[in-house]
């Protein structure tokens, strides 16, 4: 039986490889699953030989509002802008 990704949104701060920069380009990335999940699905949707990694925080009511404003299904992701 498939496991399902949950009802909550996780936030994913990605690292770019690329080793031409003077600094790591980052971006945050917001999963529509659970933690354990967030990582694996961002990954899929960046360069291979990124990194990413879960940002512990707890939303905030209007991030909430604002991520529920994007209609992510379960299993989606979407890079934030900025």
Known sequence: MAESFGN???IV????DDLSA??????F?????KPSQAVTLVLAAVPEGWTAEVV???????????????????????????
Do not use: C, H, M
């Open 13 to 16: 701060e990605v690292t770019a």
């Open 29 to 33: 990335w917001i999963a529509f699953a």
């Open 22 to 27: 003077n600094e790591p380009v980052k971006q």
């Open 56 to 82: 512990v925080q707890p939303l905030t009511q209007e991030q909430q509002r604002l991520f529920e404003e994007l209609k992510l299904r379960p299993g989606d992701v979407y890079r934030l802008p900025g």
């Open 8 to 10: 909550s949104f996780t």
